[in-house]
């Protein structure tokens, strides 16, 4: 018991650097944590705001030029008029009959 009275402040300091840096809410491991997190969520938020932007440029696009709805029906969804022919080209098809050979 001597002994840790004769240390008590040093004790004592050297709990409260512990406490400080290592254990707790606050500490500085937790606050390098949170720094990380926050820096990974503004990534999130500016790839975000980007999408926002190309997607309200396509929005606008789609509302004002009727060519681009029937632009996009062509390309993604494979519709045609009524007196065309559509031909996909894909490898897709080739690759799956090639696994299968092999």
Do not use: C, H
């Amino acid at each position: 018991m001597r002994y840790a009275t004769r240390f008590k402040y040093i004790l004592v300091t050297v709990l409260g650097v512990l406490l400080i840096t290592v254990i707790g809410e606050n500490s500085l491991l937790q606050r390098y944590r949170y720094s990380r997190q926050i820096a990974d969520l503004e990534d999130e938020i500016e790839k975000q705001d980007n999408q926002y932007m190309r997607d309200s440029i396509r929005l606008s696009e789609l509302e004002n030029d009727p060519n681009a709805i029937r632009k996009i029906a062509r390309e993604r969804y494979f519709m045609k008029a009524y007196d065309e022919d559509i031909f996909v080209l894909s490898d897709e098809i080739k690759k799956q009959q090639d696994e299968k050979v092999k």
